[in-house]
């Protein structure tokens, strides 16, 4: 099983709305990433977690929080989002401790903040 | 931090043309380079990578690559395209300060028929 997964597919919310996005891989991947993707733009880094810890934090507004339950999941939180947070957000795994820096992409969860 | 560059940002070739994306990175270490392809409304999929050894890496979907050290360049090529090439084509490095993949601006390839 090489696929990692992501819920939901498509998220319309609110700018009070609270909401988060899953993310799943069952491949014993230790490294879990978000990105996030504007149209027409490359994937920037937003978060890693490395063995269930935050290991980077590139900057992000507060109002996106992420969470590292247990070795197979990301989420991440979303709280009083603004409309220029709408974007595709793509969740990677690779697998730590090796020199295999592949990484494996969700198909994204495509959020629009109204 | 180690960033990679793509000059051609939109590429448009008749089917059966060959196609070379450029693609420069910007360190002189060891580096680990990856091209990715993002089909129109569908998610990134790695075409090849380059770690170490040969430095003409195959990849999937008839697609190659070479890694030449002294150009800092790591350009994705293929002999004939076709319709179905039709994509966004991204270049990138992993970091090993971040431990994540940066990617390059991306080029969007069109192929007419």
């Known amino acids: 099983d090489t696929e990692v997964t992501q819920t939901p597919k498509h998220l319309v919310m609110g700018m009070t709305n609270k909401k988060s996005l899953k993310c799943e891989q069952h491949?014993?991947?230790?490294?879990m990433y978000w990105y996030k993707q504007k149209a027409k733009k490359p994937p920037e880094l937003m978060f890693v977690y490395s063995y269930e810890k935050l290991s980077i934090n590139e900057s992000v507004p507060s109002r996106f929080s992420p969470e590292c339950p247990n070795s197979s999941l990301l989420n991440l939180h979303l709280h009083a989002l603004q409309p220029e947070d709408s974007a595709l957000y793509l969740c990677?795994?690779?697998?730590?401790?090796?020199?295999?820096?592949?990484?494996?992409f969700g198909p994204g969860t495509r959020l629009t903040v109204t | 931090a180690q960033s990679v560059s793509q000059h051609n940002h939109h590429v448009i070739l008749s089917e059966a043309a060959s196609l070379e994306l450029g693609c420069n990175y910007s360190y002189g270490g060891t580096v680990n380079l990856f091209w990715y392809v993002q089909y129109p409304g569908q998610h990134l999929q790695l075409l090849l990578k380059?770690?170490?050894?040969?430095?003409l890496v195959k990849g999937i979907k008839g697609f190659e690559a070479e890694f030449i050290k002294s150009k800092f360049s790591f350009n994705l090529r293929k002999p004939s395209v076709q319709w179905s090439d039709t994509a966004e084509y991204f270049c990138?490095?992993?970091?090993?300060?971040?431990?994540?993949?940066?990617f390059g601006s991306g080029t969007r390839l069109q192929v007419q028929p």
């Open positions: 380059y770690f170490s050894g040969d430095p």
């Open positions: 990138a490095v992993f970091d090993t300060g971040r431990r994540a993949l940066t």
């Open positions: 491949m014993g991947h230790r490294a």
């Open positions: 990677a795994s690779r697998k730590e401790g090796t020199r295999d820096y592949e990484q494996y």
